[in-house]
């Protein structure tokens, strides 16, 4: 296993710790940052891979692609923590509220 | 009561679920070939003509270009949305001891000195608008947590000016270099590299306003 | 590096909402002047490509070309789509213009909101390239849910926070699908990607991470849970926008995917026959709780995960019998599409005259608003499938395309689901007509606002008289393929 497959299998276990965080816990937050966990890992894939050129400079576009996809981690973040303290304001509970309850 | 999350039997499939998904995702990564360029020669071949020196900015303002427009519309949008959702957190009145006040004197002007240098850099090496927003907006994430306020006067269209002046620019110029290169986003080439450098310190400026801006929570001044 | 020329038309449906989002932004007491401007453009620019069109055009941004640059396509299938989001758009947007004039506060987040929306969703209609569609993806998403949020309740903010979990979860599933096909094949466009993709695991893996994201995000059952909450809490113009457009948008990603680059490799008849089951099971599933509901927004948003399963039916069709069966999918998409911004734009003139949407205390709404409730009963009419409306047509192409494939299963369902539609519909106009214990606020409506609905509704009923035109328009370029 070359060194660029072992990164890239650590970002899919990033992306598998992420999910299942997401899936299991109910705060909030938790399910916020198990989201930013598997963006990461999904980023890691992407860059490590881009090492596999035979010899010469790693392959620029997926890099690109990823400096793409942090801003829009880092939006997407920042739009659900906002939405989290909305939701705590109206509902006390930092939580999804269950759907049948209306 | 505090937020408990699923039942142990729930957990556990859960798991099993994704360590089946985990090993499998992992033996198709081991059948990659182990050896692959990927569009890097491409780049190679195209980075004369550019406008740039450095691949991923290449790929980021000029090849991919228009991926990168519709990325600071995300950030943008993201930005519309916290606004719509909220107004700004009010701040405390807390004053800030000494050290805290003295912080931001030293660090901000040599934060601002980092952004112009990584945006200059980035036509070169790695560096570039991203980098540079976001040390701009480190900085004013900094300077709001020691204390210092947005001016009343600047919370109105002059901020929402600066909000979108990066994607602004950068759709002007897209559509600008059409009647001379016959398709969106086509820089002619003698001013590829001057055009790139203009949408990148917008953007960069944009960005940073951006991420102090998300950092307020919400609309500055506004009333719910 | 110059092209050759092709027309800037589709360029300007992605630019015109953009620059507009700008605009009313910065200028935010004529946000809805402006908004409304760019939805006429747009909808005028959009009718300009439908009539120029006459083979499928390559864009190359920038002038690079795939694979190091960025293509947009348009062909019959994204002029459909196209001319889907520029008809309900313009619908919404004189809708909203009345919708948000009492509410300034809500109108100024509404407008940048919804022209950033529109231009995701041309940005995807166009484009041609897995990566960028992910761009455009995540700028419908975030739109959409910062939209779905604007109503501030308690519903609509929990509503809009597990769609937001749901939207990223299933582009993050999408992007890894992404990143494999790229380092796999060396190329994020969609054309290349198809000449070059062989049938080996890695694609397989693709295949599976992009269907369950696109799935998660179209709300195919047992996907749906987020879709109900979300869109029945949303102030009216956004659930007539979310229902109608957003939805379809991720399903159109699918078909994409599918068309182009999987279903050449046969990955086999268990994907299509499970995708059509879960289809089914959503026709089901999703008219008995419409039918369940006591108010009048989550019935019409149950009823969207009905509609939608339908679309689904097309995989196991479509392996059948061809192209016909692609054909009547988008037939029900374009048709649910006006028809569902139909209803909820009635239920919102509904919820604005009376301060309610509960079904049994819909006090003789005929009477007081007879527009809205024609416009609810003349879309009713397409989304149960009688004639003359699209709804119609496209279920009769969808049961001949099971007859030919003598697959009957699929006739049992298209029947019941439309059964269903009638049952669900018919309670909701037999309340409109009966007197209710409860009386009413009686706010006035105004009149842009139930004659945008009825428009819409009168829509449906001429998809089902211009068929022939429409089906030369989707089959521009050859979407479909040639098939079996």
């Known amino acids: ?102 | 009561m505090t937020p408990r999350g699923a039942a142990p039997w729930l957990r556990f499939s859960v798991a099993l679920l994704l360590v089946g998904m985990f090993a499998a995702l992992a033996w198709v990564l081991l059948g990659l070939p182990p050896r692959s360029a990927g569009l890097q020669p491409q780049v190679a071949a195209q980075m004369a003509v550019s406008g740039v020196d450095h691949p991923v900015t290449a790929v980021l303002l000029n090849f991919r270009g228009y991926d990168t427009l519709l990325e600071m519309a995300v950030l943008l949008l993201a930005c519309l949305g916290v606004w719509s959702l909220s107004p700004a957190v009010p701040p405390t009145d807390e004053t800030p001891g000494a050290m805290l006040a003295a912080l931001p004197r030293q660090l901000v002007p040599l934060m601002v000195l980092m952004a112009g240098y990584l945006l200059w850099r980035g036509a070169t090496g790695p560096g570039g608008a991203f980098q540079a927003g976001a040390v701009l907006g480190a900085a004013g994430v900094l300077l709001l947590l020691t204390g210092w306020r947005l001016p009343v006067r600047w919370q109105g269209w002059r901020l929402r000016l600066l909000l979108i002046a990066g994607v602004g620019m950068f759709v002007l110029v897209a559509l600008a270099v059409v009647p001379a290169s016959g398709v969106l986003l086509g820089y002619p080439l003698p001013v590829a590299g001057t055009l790139i450098l203009l949408i990148e310190a917008l953007a960069g400026l944009s960005i940073g306003v951006t991420l102090m801006a998300l950092f307020l929570g919400g609309e500055p001044g506004a009333s719910r | 590096m110059a092209a050759e020329h092709v027309s800037l038309l589709p360029v300007l449906l992605i630019f015109l909402p953009l620059i507009g989002a700008l605009l009313s932004f910065v200028f935010r007491r004529r946000a809805a002047g402006l908004g409304i401007a760019t939805a006429v453009a747009v909808f005028v620019i959009a009718i300009a490509l439908a009539f120029s069109l006459t083979r499928p055009q390559r864009y190359p941004v920038g002038g690079w070309g795939a694979p190091l640059g960025i293509d947009l396509v348009v062909d019959g299938l994204s002029l459909i789509m196209l001319l889907m989001s520029a008809t309900v758009g313009l619908g919404v947007s004189l809708y909203a213009g009345g919708y948000f004039h009492a509410r300034p506060q809500l109108a100024r987040a509404f407008w940048p909101l919804w022209l950033g929306l529109w231009t995701a969703l041309n940005g995807l209609f166009l484009a041609a390239d897995i990566f960028n569609l992910y761009v455009t993806l995540e700028l419908l998403g975030l739109s959409a849910v910062a939209l779905a949020a604007l109503g501030g309740s308690a519903a609509a903010l929990g509503g809009a926070m597990r769609y937001l979990l749901v939207s990223l979860l299933g582009s993050l599933l999408y992007l890894l699908g992404v990143a494999l096909l790229y380092h796999a094949f060396g190329s994020v466009d969609i054309a290349l990607l198809g000449e070059r993709a062989s049938a080996q695991p890695v694609t397989l893996a693709a295949l599976v991470l992009m269907t369950v994201g696109l799935i998660l995000k179209t709300a195919l059952f047992p996907f749906h849970f987020w879709l109900p909450p979300a869109h029945a809490s949303a102030s009216s113009p956004v659930s007539a926008l979310l229902s109608a457009l957003v939805v379809k948008a991720s399903f159109y990603i699918l078909l994409r995917l599918w068309l182009e680059i999987f279903e050449p490799l046969n990955p086999g008849r268990g994907v299509t026959e499970l995708l059509g089951l879960l289809g089914a099971l959503a026709v089901l599933w999703g008219s008995l709780q419409a039918l369940r509901q006591t108010r009048l927004k989550l019935l019409i948003a149950y009823s969207t995960v009905a509609q939608l399963g339908y679309l689904f039916l097309g995989f196991p069709l479509a392996a059948a019998v061809g192209p016909a069966a692609w054909q009547a999918v988008i037939y029900l998409a374009l048709s649910h599409a006006l028809a569902k911004a139909a209803l909820f734009m009635a239920a919102g003139n509904i919820v604005l005259f009376g301060g309610h949407d509960r079904i049994a205390d819909l006090d003789r709404v005929v009477q007081r608003l007879p527009l809205s409730l024609a416009a609810f009963a003349i879309a009713g009419i397409s989304l149960m499938g009688l004639p003359p409306s699209g709804g119609f047509i496209g279920k009769w192409l969808l049961l001949e395309a099971a007859i030919e494939a003598g697959q009957w299963w699929w006739v049992v369902i298209i029947l019941i689901g439309g059964m269903l539609a009638a049952a669900y519909l018919f309670k909701v106009i037999g309340f409109a007509f009966t007197r209710a214990p409860v009386s009413h606020e009686a706010n006035a409506v105004p009149p842009v606002m139930e004659w945008t609905a009825l428009v819409l509704a009168v829509g449906t009923v001429l998809l089902g008289l211009w068929v022939s035109p429409l089906l030369a328009w989707l089959a521009t370029g050859n979407p479909f393929g040639v098939g079996p």
């Open chain 1, 1 to 102: 296993m070359s060194v660029a497959v072992l990164y890239a299998v650590t970002g899919l276990g990033l992306f598998s710790l992420g999910l299942y965080a997401l899936i299991v816990r109910a705060h909030l937050l938790r399910k916020i940052l198990a989201l930013n966990i598997m963006g990461s890992g999904v980023f890691l894939v992407l860059t490590a891979l881009a090492r596999r050129a035979p010899d010469g400079p790693p392959d620029p576009v997926p890099h690109a692609m990823v400096i793409t996809g942090i801003v829009v981690a880092v939006a997407a973040t920042a739009l659900a923590l906002v939405l989290l303290r909305r939701v705590v304001e109206t509902t006390g509970q930092p939580r999804l509220p269950d759907p049948d309850s209306e």
